[in-house]
């Protein structure tokens, strides 16, 4: 039903839905190189972030130099340096926004996400779900617990994790059964 509520108007027309996969779904026998350690980080590879920070605001800065010295007039100054500001804020919040910035620890107890611990009794499933691009558009990391309640966790940054979909899941589920 949230699924249903979270498309936007365009997706609902064209019946477009998300897709819901259990990471058991997901894994679809994936091997993972064993032996896998006692307690598994994921995090986001910083140092690829922060470059290619670096390299769009150094891009904008040199266009924004030029325009400085090549004496255009004082409105497209105003408006590129709004743009400007808009740039490096937009890049500050990427590399600072908790939401997209997040650590994952799988362990034989359970899995802790964003400074929450789930035990794995507690877990009755977990899913990834796909929902179709547009102003919702995205994968998430699901996790049911047995009292009812979900948590959701925005995982478009996988890639960052330098995992796929498939791998993510098979190492959810060799801890959850371990």
């Given at each position: 039903m949230e699924e249903n509520a979270a498309l936007s108007w365009d997706d609902r027309f064209l019946k477009i839905h998300s897709i819901i996969k259990t990471t058991v779904e997901a894994a679809d026998a994936t091997k993972l190189k064993y032996p896998l350690p006692d307690n598994y980080l994921?995090?986001?590879?910083?140092?690829?972030?922060?470059?290619?920070?670096?390299?769009?605001?150094?891009?904008?800065?040199?266009?924004?130099?030029?325009?400085?010295?090549?004496k255009y007039s004082v409105g497209t100054l105003l408006l590129f340096t709004i743009l400007l500001s808009i740039m490096y804020f937009a890049l500050y919040q990427n590399l600072t926004a908790k939401d997209i910035n997040f650590e994952i620890q799988l362990s034989k107890?359970?899995?802790?996400?964003?400074?929450?611990?789930?035990?794995?009794?507690?877990?009755?499933?977990?899913?990834l779900v796909y929902r179709p691009k547009g102003k919702t558009g995205g994968i998430y990391f699901v996790i049911g617990l047995k009292n009812g309640f979900l948590d959701r966790f925005h995982m478009n940054n996988l890639l960052e994790f330098n995992l796929t979909e498939r791998t993510f899941s098979a190492l959810v589920e060799t801890y959850r059964h371990n």
């Open positions: 994921l995090k986001r590879k910083r140092t690829l972030q922060i470059l290619l920070s670096l390299l769009m605001a150094s891009i904008f800065t040199f266009i924004f130099v030029y325009i400085l010295f090549t107890k359970g899995i802790a996400v964003m400074d929450k611990f789930y035990q794995w009794p507690e877990i009755q499933e977990t899913f």
